[in-house]
């Protein structure tokens, strides 16, 4: 199993620019998270989603959009990049129940100038 | 509110030194999880452990161990004879699992950066 992975590793983006993280998991879970982490911080959560067609806000949602079409897949979508979104980006996932282990991605290195 | 406190932002050892890393945490909720994740230079991150809050037996794996109080609401981590391959960003983070926080999210402390000096 590959766990769960994302795309890109690194990405550097102008002001205003729009881009999509990719995350996708092949354990079968249900739960998916987006998560960023700011230099020196722990992960603020962004986005979650428990099934396919159903996602949330969580508690810093602003600047961001997602959608879960598949069981597998999770994509973040960063619409006008603002210099504010440079961060660490950790997509997660958990088997189902509400405080499964969730096991993280190697995380996408954003900046924005 | 939900809060997890890590005090310690570095600590530095000598390799074979022990070494406890601090947690402290704050819920309203009777149920929840605690969690430990090692963040090494390379990025990703490792799950350690998961405890829940009715569980407060010690835990020892290797040279790790937890211990949970629950009457101080701590949860610190302790590595034995480190090594120089412990050397990370450790994360100690909090899951509650009722009331209106039942999404799941996990609400991380800031970390604590421990270098591990051969």
């Known amino acids: 199993n590959a766990g769960v992975t994302q795309t890109p590793k690194f990405r550097i983006l102008k002001i205003g620019q729009s881009m999509t993280l990719q995350c996708a998991q092949d354990m079968n879970h249900n739960y998916m998270y987006w998560y960023r982490q700011d230099p020196g911080m722990g992960l603020k959560l962004i986005y979650y989603?428990?099934?396919?067609?159903?996602?949330d806000k969580g508690e810093v949602p602003n600047g961001y959009n997602v959608s879960r079409s598949t069981t597998e897949d999770f994509p973040l979508r960063l619409e006008l990049a603002a210099p504010s979104q440079t961060s660490v980006y950790f997509c997660?996932?958990?088997?189902?129940?509400?405080?499964?282990?969730?096991?993280f991605g190697p995380g996408t290195r954003l900046t924005v100038l | 509110a939900q809060k997890v406190t890590q005090a310690q932002t570095e600590i530095s050892v000598v390799e074979k030194e022990d070494v406890t890393l601090d947690c402290v945490y704050e819920?309203?909720?009777?149920?929840?999880?605690l969690f430990w994740y090692k963040q090494p230079p390379s990025g990703e991150l490792v799950f350690l452990i998961r405890r829940n809050s009715f569980d407060e037996q010690n835990e020892i794996s290797g040279r790790y161990s937890w211990n949970f109080q629950k009457s101080t609401s701590s949860f610190n981590f302790t590595i034995t004879a480190s090594q120089v391959v412990d050397s990370a960003v450790y994360f100690c983070a909090l899951s509650e699992a009722g009331g209106s926080s039942n999404t799941g999210k996990l609400i991380f402390g800031q970390g604590t950066t421990l270098q591990v000096k051969p």
């Open positions: 819920t309203r909720d009777t149920t929840y999880y």
């Open positions: 989603s428990v099934g396919a067609g159903i996602t």
């Open positions: 997660a996932s958990s088997l189902g129940l509400i405080t499964d282990t969730q096991y």
